[in-house]
């Protein structure tokens, strides 16, 4: 027998009522559509969920057709919303590792406009998301965000790239808070600078848009008279989809 270990996050371990899951099964691979079709089984009540989450496989989601070992670093993600930093001022053109941060600290506008500043770019955009007080008729007192921090910072990363490669010479900051974010507070910064104002403006979407689609950061909604976890809002989650 093979001891399979599935680490939960978000809504999906609130429902199930714990954090991971250690399931003995004979097969050392199974694919991700088999995997999840075990836990439907198991968990008919929260069927559902499951079917809309997403297997990740060493720290990258894996399709319904991947192959997953036993031995492999695995995890159930439902959908995301829309990183463990020290508090440190970055310093004018940081580091690449800079520019990506999961942190419980308040974020800083000016630390991030510093990470993307670069002489030969005559445009730079910040992009600040807050907590507003009124969603849909119901006031929120506060957010709560968690984050798989490790793939979270891949998932930034890999926006960078994808960045640079539409818009050649763009910079990209991501700054993303988790725990606790109170009314008026920034939950995450996008920071882009360019060349030219068009190519920041068409970036910056981009990174939002993509920020919400694949990277792995959930907020819990907390209202006057109770909680409710806020998943992808932008149709049917699919990481794996490139973003038009």
């Known amino acids: 027998m093979q001891m399979w270990k599935i680490t939960l996050f ?19 691979t199974l694919t991700a559509a ?8 198991l968990y008919p009540e929260h069927a559902e ?32 919303s829309g990183g463990s930093g020290a508090e440190e001022v970055p310093s004018p053109g940081g580091t ?11 974020l800083r506008a000016d630390a991030v406009q510093r990470l993307v500043a670069h002489p030969d770019h005559g445009a730079l ?12 008729g119901s006031r929120t007192m506060t957010l709560e965000y968690e984050a798989y921090v490790p793939m979270a910072l891949q998932s930034m990363k890999a ?12 910079l990209v900051s991501i700054h993303h808070r988790i725990g606790r974010v109170d009314i008026g ?3 995450v910064i996008i920071g882009v600078s360019s060349a030219h104002r068009a ?31 806020k998943g992808h809002q932008l149709g049917p989650w699919n990481p794996l989809a490139p973003l038009e």
């Not at 088999?34 to 089984?41: A, H, N, Q, Y």
């Not at 969920?49 to 993600?77: K, P």
């Not at 955009?125 to 849909?136: P, S, V």
């Open 185 to 187: 507070e920034a939950s």
């Open 159 to 170: 926006i960078g790239d994808e960045i640079a490669e539409r818009w050649p010479g763009s």
């Open 199 to 229: 190519d920041a403006y068409s970036a910056s979407r981009y990174a939002i848009d993509r920020l919400k689609q694949t990277v792995p950061i959930w907020k819990k909604e907390v209202y006057e008279d109770g909680t409710e976890w």
């Open 49 to 80: 969920l499951i079917a809309v989450s997403f297997m990740a496989c060493n720290q990258t989601f894996a399709g319904d057709e991947a192959e997953l070992r036993a031995t492999d670093e695995l995890a159930l993600l439902p959908p995301v």
């Open 34 to 41: 088999e995997l999840k079709d075990r836990l439907k089984r």
């Open 10 to 28: 978000a809504g999906l371990a609130e429902r199930l009522q714990t954090r991971s899951l250690s399931l003995e099964y004979a097969e050392e």
């Open 125 to 136: 955009l910040l992009f600040i998301g807050t907590t507003r007080e009124w969603t849909a």
């Open 96 to 106: 690449e590792g800079e520019r990506y941060s999961i942190t419980e600290e308040v």
